[in-house]
């Protein structure tokens, strides 16, 4: 069987040989595979050194102190316990916290805990182009709002938030500022100090690292420290236990080292890529692009397409790995909420197709998209009653 | 959940192109909002359908479902358009059961078929 | 420098080539690295069934269930998920749990939680061995009792309790029993049906697998579900959202398979080594075995040596790499609560050393281990004023 | 927390077999619940102390710091013991501050020693 063109980093990425090749120095057996916390031998304070080696290209990476990334199982974790966490340390202050609709569900799954705990969550509606306004995040501050969770790009339609402006009115407003910035991480200029957030989340799948490695960045000038969310051995300053996976944490580092080092570059490259992608399909009728034609990343591409069922879209454009919707949506089967909150109809949010690029998408994969996408939109179109 | 559960028979028939339609009889049931729409169209000559086609806003499996039962009528006469067994083949296609009402919508279309063919019939449209 | 001698397999263990050969297959930037959530294109379903694998073999290990195997980052997520999640699951019937005091932090963790959400928690003290009577459970047991967590080997000293008959008393009244068995697993028979086992926590790297990838198992006849305690995409029957990390589920399949491949004769091996270090030392005077001396795991020895200070031990046996009390505590420099639980005096519990073999130890190990340990014992007492 | 923060004069120190102790003279301070016990004994003859010696329930910071001083009194008179300038020459083992207590504690032995070498020069019992 031929394998289809891979075109959905934005759910997860093939892992670079390089950052592979970081993480087997500290897979050996005889090496490498100390836990961080047995200070009292040189195999623990080894892998402790390598740890502290991740936290610096990390903090690099979003301009933070590297004491004060968090290292977690991945997004998920951070955004729970940036979230949770952060509001539980604020709780002296307020139970109120302000998120999107759109956000990922980590970040909304989060807040309902926090509901079901005596919190109230505002939950904000985007524009139709998937914004979330700065002035409609002050609109929401109240006297006891604590948190204020917006991501940086959007996982399914790429679109990007002024987190900078949302920053500021937080600072200025003494509330914490969370941003997941899974998607932006590598393509958009990050600095924790600059744009104003107190917690910042990241993992390394997204971005040609490991899977099941993640951390919460805190701003060490503004918070200090979360309330845990899981308990144990004390680990991590008490902020999230549990024995430190060296090589994940190893291979996050090295993810991060290449982002900053490549970023420029990179991000040109597939700009250009997306744009040609756009151009050979948007001419067909009724191909509608979801979010911001501009204040978007340049590695994500999600269109409706008109008058075709949505089930039947992605089988024929098998040839390609894309999703419809989030991955995680993708497992349920249900249409996005993210396209919904956009305003568009279930029907077209059903026929969705996320294009999403990366590290090693090449030229020919985007003509064979192109092809491939033309020729199930025409086929589909012409079973379709619709037509007649 | 997982939709790669399409077995051979269904890509081949979702793949096919559209067939001609007939013209004489029509049916019409459902619409994207349902999450199907399905049109079956044909000829009748000499008391046999001719011309069978279909055209469907529709996931794989009812796609691959009208693309099977217009081939199946094909020459069959008027009444098995409504005939219990007609459906019998699509067994074949494994249609999980969470789409049986994308199929009732499937048959509706068949029935709307031979009730806008009795209606022709009744007014003396067709021979 | 010269690489101190390792035994200390009950803090982490060097990873098994096999192990590591069967990670870097679905490590790949080629193939194996899809979002098992993608089941809409190939590198999902290939994630997807690699990680079907790797349940059943963890699930043959323990014999359970291989649709319930829920996968978390760690033992310290499996023992929070197994304490928190159970609890609140059956919170209906009431809002008791029994523990012990020497259970590992992650489960007293988990305890504390739930003390500060309005739950009672019963601390059972073991014996001068270590030992956890079934008839102490039994007392303890209260009609708003919900859930049992009782380990299965201790980290610390290696003794073993019988949760065949914990588990029968709990079946009994209906009531959860969750057990850690991180540090039995692959060392003692593990069946959770014989043993009435509810809930199960499993790691992979005190076990020559990777760190940052654990299990909670559910017993499929007794308990369909636990509460999360992280909220996001709804993998995992929303037991535990987050992408799974496939290369690291792999590899704990894998270290789960080789378990119960090598378990008869491995331990066999591990059982002399341990015997022969034990006489090796146990003829210098004051030298205490902590723990029950039959009932305990092959692979565990943990001493303490009376007129010694514990700093000065450790750092003369420095060509070992030991632990004194569990890594956990070597992070927090306190002695053992442990080994205090046990009725050792402080400066018994600080003048400790856990030896822990493994899949590596070789008999040379194991005689360096004596001459450093004599060594260090008769170097101490000579400087010692106790000694005058 | 890192225990491994010992340099390599500690090292040196701590490993040294245990010296010859005098017996003129004797002090003694701390206990093992207390974290560190100390002795330190010497002899004295004309005026200087000789045989200078310890024994130490301790970590290793404090040992090395025992055996360094004990060195630096062999050949010093009496009054040395508590002379404020002793224990400058600690500062080469970088000792935690956590550890100012322990060090508390081998002050005492030593200011004991002196105690105990005026106490038996009150009574003759050193010439
Ligand atoms: C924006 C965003 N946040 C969080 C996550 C969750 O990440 P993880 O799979 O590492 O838990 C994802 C990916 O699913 C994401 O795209
Ligand atoms: C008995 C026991 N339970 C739980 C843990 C926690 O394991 P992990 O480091 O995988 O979170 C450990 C190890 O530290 C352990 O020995």
Redesign the pocket.
């Given at each position: 069987m031929i394998k289809p063109v891979y075109l959905d980093y934005?759910a997860t990425t093939p892992m670079d040989p390089r950052v592979r090749q970081r993480m087997l120095e500290v897979m050996g057996h005889q090496s490498g595979f100390g836990n961080p916390a047995s200070v009292t031998h040189v195999f623990g304070r080894t892998a402790a050194a390598a740890i502290e080696q991740a936290a610096a290209e990390v903090a690099a990476l979003v301009n933070a102190n590297p004491d004060y990334v968090v290292w977690t199982s991945?997004?998920?974790e951070s955004?729970n316990l940036g979230v949770i966490g952060g509001a539980r340390y604020r709780q002296a202050q307020g139970r109120h916290v302000v998120t999107a609709a759109t956000e990922?569900k980590?970040v909304l799954g989060a807040c309902a805990e926090l509901q079901r705990h005596g919190y109230e969550v505002t939950y904000l509606q985007p524009t139709e182009m998937g914004l979330i306004e700065p002035a409609a995040v002050s609109a929401a501050l109240r006297a006891d709002t604590v948190l204020v969770s917006i991501?940086h790009a959007n996982?399914e339609t790429g679109v990007v938030q002024d987190i900078a402006a949302i920053g500021a009115l937080c600072r200025a407003a003494g509330i914490l500022f969370h941003v997941?910035a899974?998607?932006s991480a590598g393509k958009l200029p990050l600095d924790m100090q600059a744009q104003y957030v107190d917690l910042l989340?990241l993992?390394a799948?997204?971005a040609c690292g490991p899977k099941g490695v993640?951390a919460l960045v805190l701003n060490a000038a503004t918070v200090k420290r979360v309330e845990p969310i899981l308990f144990g051995g004390g680990q991590q300053r008490g902020m999230r236990p549990g024995t430190l996976p060296v090589h994940q944490i190893v291979g996050m580092g090295e993810t991060a080292r290449l982002l900053q080092l490549e970023m420029a570059e990179e991000v040109q490259r597939i700009l250009t890529l997306r744009d040609n992608l756009w151009s050979g399909i948007n001419d067909l009728p009724g191909i509608l692009l979801n979010g911001h034609p501009e204040q978007r990343i340049a590695s994500i591409l999600t269109v409706s397409v008109a008058g075709v069922e949505g089930e039947s879209l992605r089988f024929a454009v098998d040839d390609l790995a894309v999703t419809s919707g989030?991955?995680?949506n993708s497992a349920t089967g249900e249409p996005s909420y993210v396209l919904r909150a956009l305003g568009r109809p279930d029907v077209l949010a059903e026929a969705s197709l996320r294009f999403s690029l990366g590290r090693f998408t090449q030229p020919d994969d985007i003509q064979q998209a192109i092809t491939s996408f033309r020729r199930a939109v025409t086929h589909l179109r012409a079973l379709s009653p619709e037509e007649l | 959940m997982n939709e790669a559960a399409y077995n051979a028979l269904v890509a081949e028939r979702f793949d096919r192109a559209p067939t001609a339609l007939g013209s004489a009889v029509v049916g019409r049931a459902g619409s994207p909002a349902q999450g199907a729409a399905v049109y079956f169209a044909a000829d009748v000559e000499a008391g046999r359908l001719h011309n069978v086609g279909f055209r469907a806003f529709a996931c794989p499996h009812i796609i691959a479902a009208c693309s099977l039962t217009a081939a199946k009528l094909e020459g069959a006469r008027p009444e098995q358009l409504v005939d219990p067994t007609l459906l019998e083949s699509l067994k074949e296609l494994e249609i999980p059961v969470e789409k049986t009402g994308k199929i009732l919508i499937l048959k509706d279309a068949l029935s709307a078929c031979y009730a806008n063919f009795q209606a022709r019939q009744a007014t003396g449209a067709l021979s």
């Open positions: 934005a991945g997004a998920t955004d990922h980590a991501m996982n997941d899974v998607q989340t993992n799948h997204k993640g989030s991955a995680c | -």
